[in-house]
Each structure stands twice: as C-alpha cells, then as structure tokens.
T-cell receptor, first 114, second 111 residues
Framework: DTEVTQTPKHLVMGMTNKKSLKCEQH?????MYWYKQKAKKPPELMFV???????INESVPSRFSPECPNSSLLNLHLHALQPEDSALYLC?????????????FGPGTRLTVL | QQQVKQSPQSLIVQKGGISIINCAYE??????FPWYQQFPGKGPALLIA?????SEKKEGRFTISFNKSAKQFSLHIMDSQPGDSATYFC??????????FGSGTRLQVQP
C-alpha cells in the first residue's frame, strides 16, 4: 500500500466553526507533513512530525493545530479560520533514513472558509 | 526568500515535441532535487529526482540535467503527449528534510 489518504475531500466551514482534517498512511513512514497550497501556487510547508513528535512549525497561526496520535495518523484541527485560509491542504509522508527522500502526497482536502 | 526559481511559468508544446523546464537554486546545502507532477484536484506525485553528484538522469521520456557549478537543473520531456499536460514543480530538500518548491510550470501539450 503506497497510498496516503485524506478526509474529507472537500470541506466548507464558517469562521466560527471547528473542524478537523485527517490523513492516514500505512507505509510505515515515520515522518508526516502538512502543506498548504493556494491556487496556482506551490505547496507551502506548515508542519512536520518525525516519529510522532512535532519537529517543524513554520510559524503557522494558532488557529491551525496539528496532532499526530500515532505513526499512521495525522490530524489538522481548524478553529476560527479566515477566508484567506481557503486552500488545498496536502498531507505527505516519508520514511526517515539516509538517502530516502521521497515524499508521498495525499490527494488533499479542498477547504473553503466562508 | 524564494530559494528555488522556476521558469517558464507556462509552456505550450505540440504533441511529439520536447518540453523543457528550468530551475535554479541558491542554497548549496541542498542535496536532493525532485520533480513533481500535479494534475488538477490531485496531490503532487514524484516524477523523477537527482542528486548533485550526478549530471543527468533519465527515466523513460523524462530526463533531468543537473549543472552543479551553475546551480541549475532542468526537466526535459521527450515526445510530449497530451496526457503530460499538468503543472510541474521542481523542488529541493533543505537540511531539515522538508521540500522547498519552485513556483511551478503549467504545461499544455496540444494534440
């Protein structure tokens, strides 16, 4: 299984809502990533988890809260978002190890904030 | 600060032609340079990648050329097909093992 799955595929939420994005992989990868991608732009790194510990936080606003409950799952909790947060949110995973650099991306969650 | 510069922004190629996308980087600590292909509504997928100790890598119709002294690398798509129409991103790994992407090239292959 070389697949990263993300749910939901689409999400529409108001600025006062609380929602969560989910990501799952069963490749035994121990590094997992959240990226944000605006239309016609490249993905931008948000968070990196390595062995279930947060290793990189790219100064993301606190209204985005990541969680890695186990080695296969990665969540992104959303609260009090702004319309400019509307984007495609991508999850990726990688097996840490020297010389092993390939990141596998999921299909993304298309988020719209009203 | 944009660490990987990519050009052109868009590219139109006739079927059977050669598509060429160029990237340049600044950080000499980068040690792995992948190219990703992204179709609308999908996540990026790894296409081909190269390390700086190799000058060229070929996989099927896709070739990466790497010039370490010039800090430039390029993707060549031979015999371009309409199914190759997508957005292509060059990228580089930082020491933190996280990808830095170029700005992307929208390729359209006309039948």
């Amino acid at each position: 299984d070389t697949e990263v799955t993300q749910t939901p595929k689409h999400l529409v939420m108001g600025m006062t809502n609380k929602k969560s994005l989910k990501c799952e992989q069963h490749m035994g990868h121990r590094a997992m990533y959240w990226y944000k991608q605006k239309a016609k732009k490249p993905p931008e790194l948000m968070f990196v988890y390595s062995y279930e510990k947060l290793s990189i936080n790219e100064s993301v606003p606190s209204r985005f809260s990541p969680e890695c409950p186990n080695s296969s799952l990665l969540n992104l909790h959303l609260h009090a978002l702004q319309p400019e947060d509307s984007a495609l949110y991508l999850c990726a995973s990688r097996h840490p190890g020297q010389g092993n650099n390939e990141q596998f991306f999921g299909p993304g969650t298309r988020l719209t904030v009203l | 600060q944009q660490q990987v510069k990519q050009s052109p922004q868009s590219l139109i190629v006739q079927k059977g032609g050669i598509s060429i996308i160029n990237c340049a980087y600044e950080n000499t600590a980068f040690d792995y340079f992948p190219w990703y292909q992204q179709f609308p509504g999908k996540g990026p997928a790894l296409l081909i990648a190269i390390r700086p100790d190799v000058s060229e890598k070929k996989e099927g119709r896709f070739t990466i050329s790497f010039n370490k002294s010039a800090k430039q690398f390029s993707l060549h798509i031979m015999d371009s097909q309409p199914g190759d129409s997508a957005t292509y991103f060059c990228a580089a790994y930082t020491g933190r093992r996280a990808l830095t992407f170029g700005s992307g090239t929208r390729l359209q292959v006309q039948p």
